[in-house]
């Protein structure tokens, strides 16, 4: 079984640690690189993302993100690395922690999203076991979808 790709970013890409998380992948944001996340990262066999090259020279696998464009910055990390978008992994991670999200419990969600979300989707509410944000398909989701496919990121079937 191949192994899961693993991405850390440093602190001018947000952004695109947000975006890698709404695509699945595991991409931790690094606001300040000292020595024991430098080791921890190489640990975890991380892919260094940067847009400072510096930085770069740290890891044994790092990228230098050209662009200062989200839609390009996404392209250039899924072209360099021949990732695949699997739709049964957009939307499994937090965009907040990075943890992968669980479906909620129905009290807990019931307790914690509009009443209208809970009657209209309950079965497919999801939850961050570690920063309890709750996530639920919505005109959200079909708002970022729709950037995906614009971006040409990923197909919508009509």
């Known amino acids: 079984m191949k192994e899961e790709i693993k991405f850390a970013v440093d602190s001018m890409l947000g952004r695109l640690a947000r975006w890698l998380r709404i695509l699945g992948f595991d991409t931790l944001y690094i606001r300040r690189l000292d020595e024991y996340r430098i080791q921890k990262l190489k640990r975890e066999e991380r892919i260094f993302l940067s847009r400072k090259r510096k930085n770069l ?16 910055q996404l392209r250039e990390v899924i072209s360099h690395f021949s990732l695949r978008i699997r739709e049964s992994s957009l939307f499994s991670r937090c965009i907040i922690c990075n943890t992968p999200i669980e479906k909620a419990d129905k009290v807990d969600a019931l307790e914690n999203v509009p009443e209208y979300v809970y ?8 939850v961050c076991p570690t920063c309890k944000r709750f996530y639920w398909p919505g005109t959200h989701r079909d708002r970022v979808l729709n950037q995906l496919s614009k971006w040409a990121i990923i197909k919508i079937n009509s």
């Open 57 to 72: 020279d740290m890891f044994p696998r790092s990228l230098y993100i050209h662009s200062d464009h989200i839609n390009e």
């Open 119 to 126: 009657h209209s989707v309950a079965e497919s509410i999801s």
